[in-house]
């Protein structure tokens, strides 16, 4: 198994201004393979430089070798996202956490300000893709401890309390539900995008 340890984190922006060559960059990205995962292949293949451009999304990658030729070994994506607290979400919310338990919730994400009409958008950071190699050795919750570390540093000079990322088909994803949980997220709310169920989770910065 190859330890990150052996390799170098690296933004893609990075990457985008000394791979000068559209193509090499795009060989470089088509290196990381995540059988499991299609959805995370895909978006470093097909969005995140576009993302990168526009600036919807900042992707850091881990940049090694595998057979003395350079591969993406890892990465993820972090975006700023905005939360409507309609009725629909509100209702999506205590339907899983109970109505006991949304007060609690709700002063988490608005910081204790009362839900008026002002307070209805939040906004927040958001773990959009996370992915390794299967070469990699098992990390435990390290790529999205970096990331948290990565929005930390932005939240230092921006603002913004709230992290929120998203479990696909969760009755499936038991063990890695545990593991955010570990890392101090909760269950916010369920929702339904192209036929799957995704649970969307959330964790308070420092």
């Given at each position: 198994?190859?330890?990150?340890?052996?390799?170098?984190?690296?933004?893609?922006?990075?990457?985008?201004?000394?791979i000068p060559s559209k193509n090499q960059l795009k060989k470089l990205l088509k290196t990381f393979t995540c059988p499991s995962n299609e959805d995370v292949e895909r978006f470093l293949y097909q969005n995140a430089v576009k993302f990168e451009k526009t600036g919807l999304a900042r992707t850091y990658i881990w940049l090694g070798k595998l057979e003395e030729k350079p591969k993406v070994l890892a990465y993820f994506t972090i975006a700023l996202k905005a939360i409507h607290l309609d009725e629909k979400i509100l209702r999506a919310i205590e339907s899983l956490v109970s109505k006991e338990k949304l007060e609690e919730v709700l002063n988490d994400l608005l910081k204790g300000f009362p839900l008026g009409e002002q307070n209805k958008q939040i906004a927040v950071y958001l773990i959009g893709q996370v992915g390794k190699i299967p070469q990699v050795e098992k990390l435990k919750g390290y790529l999205v401890k970096v990331a948290l570390a990565k929005i930390e540093e932005a939240s230092k000079i921006v603002g913004g309390k709230i992290v929120i990322l998203d479990i696909a088909e969760p009755e499936k994803s038991k063990k890695l539900l545990s593991l955010y949980r570990e890392l101090g997220f909760k269950e916010l709310y369920k929702y339904q995008h192209k036929g799957k169920e995704f649970l969307r989770l959330y964790r308070k910065l420092p």
């Amino acid at each position: 198994m190859i330890p990150l340890s052996s390799a170098r984190l690296v933004s893609l922006s990075e990457l985008m201004n000394t791979i000068p060559s559209k193509n090499q960059l795009k060989k470089l990205l088509k290196t990381f393979t995540c059988p499991s995962n299609e959805d995370v292949e895909r978006f470093l293949y097909q969005n995140a430089v576009k993302f990168e451009k526009t600036g919807l999304a900042r992707t850091y990658i881990w940049l090694g070798k595998l057979e003395e030729k350079p591969k993406v070994l890892a990465y993820f994506t972090i975006a700023l996202k905005a939360i409507h607290l309609d009725e629909k979400i509100l209702r999506a919310i205590e339907s899983l956490v109970s109505k006991e338990k949304l007060e609690e919730v709700l002063n988490d994400l608005l910081k204790g300000f009362p839900l008026g009409e002002q307070n209805k958008q939040i906004a927040v950071y958001l773990i959009g893709q996370v992915g390794k190699i299967p070469q990699v050795e098992k990390l435990k919750g390290y790529l999205v401890k970096v990331a948290l570390a990565k929005i930390e540093e932005a939240s230092k000079i921006v603002g913004g309390k709230i992290v929120i990322l998203d479990i696909a088909e969760p009755e499936k994803s038991k063990k890695l539900l545990s593991l955010y949980r570990e890392l101090g997220f909760k269950e916010l709310y369920k929702y339904q995008h192209k036929g799957k169920e995704f649970l969307r989770l959330y964790r308070k910065l420092p």
